[in-house]
């Protein structure tokens, strides 16, 4: 089963960016689907973005036109740049496979990311 680690996160003025890594312990070109997940501190975990194998992306509304998923399958790696940034988006990001969050899911430690003045 492949690893995944999350990097990239840190702390950010509103209207700034980051890049967040989802690096993969061995080849990405057979997951079908990998999503990036955040978590804010008393709220529920949720997709904010999802790419396909075949590039198709999916994103949350809040985040629509902020941010972008990429995969780069050369570097068994994922990738989500974050644009314009809120203190809204302040969560701990998550990349997982697939777009659907399921009790026995198995989460990384994730990447905190602090957007504050």
């Known amino acids: 089963q492949v690893q995944l680690v999350e990097s990239g996160g840190g702390l950010v003025q509103p209207g700034g960016s980051l890049r967040l890594s989802c690096a993969a312990s061995?080849?990405?070109?057979?997951?079908?689907?990998m999503g990036w997940y955040r978590q804010a501190p008393g709220k529920q975990r949720e997709l904010v973005a999802g790419?396909?194998?075949?590039?198709?992306?999916h994103y949350a509304d809040s985040v629509k036109g902020r941010f972008t998923i990429s995969r780069d399958n050369a570097k068994n790696t994922f990738y989500l740049q974050m644009n314009s940034l809120k203190p809204e988006d302040t969560a701990v990001y998550y990349c997982?496979?697939?777009?659907?969050?399921?009790?026995?899911?198995?989460w990384g430690q994730g990447t905190q990311v602090t957007v504050s003045s």
């Open positions: 997982k496979p697939g777009w659907t969050i399921s009790a026995g899911d198995s």
């Open positions: 061995g080849s990405i070109s057979s997951i079908i689907a």
């Open positions: 790419i396909s194998v075949l590039t198709i992306t």
